[in-house]
Each structure stands twice: as structure tokens, then as C-alpha cells.
């Protein structure tokens, strides 16, 4: 939703280069190369996690600023941003 956000505004190829969803743990060593004992330490959703996520991903992109997003299934859940 967040990616979809930011694409409505004109001209936003100017400054947002891609988004991924990785949600699955197997992903996030997969294609981010993040440590299974970190995730299994810290939680899925936890702020290191969510952290080590926006990292992988901006030095994946070559951008100055990422921004990653994750939360617990479920409506009732606060999102860990």
C-alpha cells in the first residue's frame, strides 16, 4: 500500500526506484542474506529485523533511503515500522 501511495503522485520515477515484498523468512536470507539465527533471535517482525531489512535493501538498490515496513497478520496488529 505504501508503494502504491507514493507511485499516485506525478512524477514519482523521479525518486522511488522499486519496492519489494519479502515476506517469508526464507526470503529474507534468500535475497537479502540475512542471518537465520538473527531472525530466529530478534523475531520476524521485530525493530532489528525491520532494520536489517531497510539496510539490505538500500544497499541492494544503490539508494540513499529505504524504508521498510512489517507487522503480524491480523487487524488488530500495530504495525513495527
Do not use: H
Request: with cysteine; hydrophobic share 40%; charged share 15%.
Amino acid at each position: 500500500m505504501l508503494s502504491s501511495t507514493i507511485t499516485e503522485i506525478p512524477g514519482a520515477s523521479r525518486y522511488f526506484s522499486c519496492g519489494f515484498i519479502i515476506y517469508s523468512n526464507q526470503s529474507k536470507v534468500d535475497l537479502l542474506n540475512i542471518d537465520a539465527a538473527i531472525i530466529n533471535q530478534f523475531g520476524t517482525v521485530s525493530e532489528k529485523i525491520v532494520t536489517l531489512i531497510a539496510m539490505k535493501c538500500r544497499q541492494k538498490t544503490k539508494t540513499s533511503i529505504s524504508i521498510a515496513l512489517s507487522r503480524l497478520a491480523g487487524p488488530e496488529m500495530e504495525p513495527c515500522i
